[in-house]
């Protein structure tokens, strides 16, 4: 299966110049044939979309909301499965979460994470904590989700593999030595403890509170870095084999955005 990930400047929004590298980033993914496509962390908003706000003023849509139609659209219109990084509001709760929506080839929404490890600082702190660990069956594969810090937790990758996940997809916001040392090793350890490879779609650019410049994509097989990226953003394809549990060979296919 030919996957995508999308290693793009999103962390500063605004929202509609987000939707449209998405857009832009899919329509490249689905030329190159890919099948499953991922985004960064908070993606459609950005990162930092909260930290120049009072809690009180967020908005923060029930997801999926009107303005991602167009993402729905295009992964119906391509056959994909896409992983869209996003903040949401639970409609019965009014909580708020930073998630990430499973839409499906039909373009509906088939399934979602909540980020469970979301810390109190700036950038997060107008996010509740997620409470559940389900994969998400996505046709004939199951994958588990944790969002960036939620792959510090080895027992989080445990959990899912336990549950049925074949793949760990991991939405990051996470820049080298941010949050505990390089985030590669979280990553390792989880792989290694889960028996599960990890699909790591990080995000680049820099902002005044983080440089995501150097801020890796990458896919971790047993433990160890197999494919990894940083740079200028591209969209970066490789083929994996679910029966084998590998990659394809070579590296990435970066593909400029």
Partial sequence: MRVALLHVDVSGGPES???????????????????????????VQGYFFACERESKLIEVPVQPSAKIEPILKSAAKHRLTVFLGCAERDAVTGKHYNSCLVIGPDGTVIGRHRKKQAHKGVSEGWAA??????????????????????????????????????????????????????????????SRASGRALWVCNQTGKQERLDFTHAQSAVVVSGEMRLAYAGKPAVLVFDWDFAKECVGPGQFAVLPI
């Fill in 129 to 190: 904590k997620g409470e559940m660990l389900e994969p998400v069956k996505c046709g004939d594969r199951t994958a588990g989700i944790l969002i960036c810090a939620d792959s510090w937790y080895a027992e989080n990758a445990v959990e899912l593999a336990g549950k049925g996940a074949e793949i760990l997809v991991v939405p990051a916001a996470w820049p080298p030595n941010g949050c505990g040392g390089p985030p590669e090793n979280a990553w390792k350890r989880a």
């Fill in 17 to 43: 110049h987000n939707l449209e590298i998405l857009s832009e980033g899919i329509g490249v993914a689905a030329a190159a044939g890919a099948s499953w496509v991922v985004t960064p962390e908070t993606a």
